[in-house]
């Protein structure tokens, strides 16, 4: 068996590693060599669920669940929006900005595409970057910075495009 069959296999244990234990990205670095794995996870960053609420909340500005009050219309008429939810796709701790002194990734009202990264998900001293996998708005924001995630909680509500 060569060296690079040698790599090859090791590289694919450490795939079934991180298939096992929902790993999103790993990097490793030995000397001058490194390895950095990243793997999207379809089916489990985001899923569509539609989410439909007779009601406004009482407080004010604050609209119910799957639901924007819209603005110039008499008596406060509801347009049913279908909101996605962008889920944690691994247990970990939920950080809304790169570093403490930083802006957060996304805000409400923020405008996301497939690429735009939401948030990181420390999960074992490894942070992994959430990216919406959508076009569309930040609607809601479902958790607080610092705060521990499990897999498949939600993190944003987002009106798609």
């Keep these: 068996m060569t060296q690079n069959d040698s790599d090859l296999a090791r590289i694919k244990e450490l795939i079934d590693i991180m298939k096992d234990n929902d790993?999103?990205?790993?990097?490793?670095?030995?000397?001058d060599d490194k390895i950095l794995l990243k793997r999207s996870v379809p089916g489990h960053?985001?899923?569509?669920?539609?989410?439909?609420?007779?009601?406004?909340?009482a407080m004010p500005?604050?609209?119910?669940?799957g639901q924007?009050?819209?603005?110039?219309?008499?008596?406060g008429a509801i347009l049913d929006?279908?909101?996605v939810?962008?889920?944690?796709?691994?247990?970990g701790t939920f950080y809304a900005r790169?570093?403490?002194?930083?802006?957060?990734?996304?805000e409400v009202g923020s405008q996301v595409n497939p690429q735009t990264v939401v948030?990181?998900?420390?999960?074992m001293k490894v942070m992994n970057e959430i990216k919406a996998e959508m076009s569309g708005t930040i609607v809601k924001i479902m958790v607080t910075s610092g705060q521990a995630v499990e897999y498949g909680q939600v993190l944003f509500k987002v009106k798609p495009e």
């Design 81 to 83: 929006e279908r909101l």
């Design 23 to 31: 790993l999103v990205e790993v990097q490793i670095e030995h000397g």
């Design 61 to 65: 500005g604050m609209a119910g669940a």
């Design 45 to 57: 960053a985001v899923t569509a669920v539609p989410i439909i609420s007779p009601h406004i909340s």
């Design 85 to 91: 939810e962008i889920k944690s796709p691994l247990v």
């Design 68 to 75: 924007i009050q819209m603005a110039g219309t008499q008596g």
């Design 119 to 123: 948030c990181m998900v420390e999960a």
């Design 98 to 106: 790169p570093s403490p002194d930083s802006e957060p990734y996304v």
